[in-house]
């Protein structure tokens, strides 16, 4: 915004009220930011589910492909049921077998930040074949890309800035490729402080293949040992 003109500087904030005013007023006639959404969703959701087109693996909270495959197959849930769905669970999640330890946690996000999650939701969830966008960077980005990492993980190469597990770009400099593998599929490999045990999810070494697994753990330790400057 700093570097606009100056009649167009002074206008900013008087378009950004009516854009408030839209939202508040509009009810479903602004476009949501499926671009955004997404990645809200990986960083916000996707440690507690799995959603294939988001590459997110978590199994704590219901796989949300396979919760809405069937009825949007059947043809009852189009895209902005899911969506109501969605927000109506986010707003006041329902609660789980009265165990409290698995509960989805109310108001993790709100506002605008919602809508773009649920449209972004209501776009893929359960469509077949939705699978991550290609990403740059290689076959070892695709990987990390596929499979969520990101979503717990902030690794400046793939752009990614989830905080639920240790920040790669900090914790794998000077660590082999070999090392980083045993760490990927083995999770008493891994000894972070501060960091819960049994939150990665521990079937990386089934998931993957030997190739995958290697083109991974080449991207990170590249991306990592990168001189910088
Ligand atoms: C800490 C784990 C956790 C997080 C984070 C989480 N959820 Fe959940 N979610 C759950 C659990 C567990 C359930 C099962 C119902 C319950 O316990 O509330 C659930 C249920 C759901 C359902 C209902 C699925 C069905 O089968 O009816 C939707 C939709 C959903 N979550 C969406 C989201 C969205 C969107 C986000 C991010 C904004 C999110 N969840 C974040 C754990 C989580
Ligand atoms: C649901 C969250 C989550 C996902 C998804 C996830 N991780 Fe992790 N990761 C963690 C947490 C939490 C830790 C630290 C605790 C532990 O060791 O289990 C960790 C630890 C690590 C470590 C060890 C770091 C060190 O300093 O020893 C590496 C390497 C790693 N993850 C890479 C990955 C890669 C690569 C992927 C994708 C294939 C991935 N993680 C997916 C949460 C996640």
């Known amino acids: 915004m700093q570097n606009f003109p100056k009649p167009i500087r002074l206008l900013a904030p008087l378009v950004a009220l009516i ?10 006639t602004t476009n949501p930011d499926i671009a955004r959404g997404r990645v809200l969703f990986t960083t916000k959701c996707g440690v507690c589910h799995t959603l294939a087109q988001a590459g997110t693996t978590a199994t704590i909270g219901p796989n949300l492909d396979d919760a809405f495959a069937a009825a949007r197959e059947a043809g009852g849930f189009d895209a902005a049921t899911i969506e109501g769905v969605v927000q109506a669970q986010v707003d006041s999640p329902r609660p789980s077998n009265g165990n409290p330890a698995v509960s989805m946690p109310p108001h993790i996000v709100e506002g605008t930040a919602l809508d773009d999650i649920a449209a972004y939701i209501g776009k893929y969830a359960g469509v077949p074949g939705a ?27 793939a752009n990614s800035g989830g905080t639920t597990g240790p920040n790669l770009d900090e914790h794998l400099p000077g660590v082999s490729e070999a090392e980083i593998e045993e760490k990927i599929t083995n999770a008493s490999a891994r000894e972070v402080s501060g960091y819960p045990k049994g939150v990665m999810p521990e ?6 293949s030997s190739t995958e697994l290697e083109e991974l753990a080449k991207f990170l330790h590249e991306s990592v040992n990168k001189k910088s400057g």
């Open 19 to 28: 854009a408030t005013v839209v939202v508040v007023s509009g009810c479903g």
């Open 131 to 157: 699978a991550p966008p290609e990403v740059e960077g290689g076959p070892g980005a695709q990987v990390f890309a596929n499979n969520g990492c990101g979503g717990c993980h902030t690794l400046a190469a």
């Open 203 to 208: 079937n990386f070494g089934e998931k993957l």
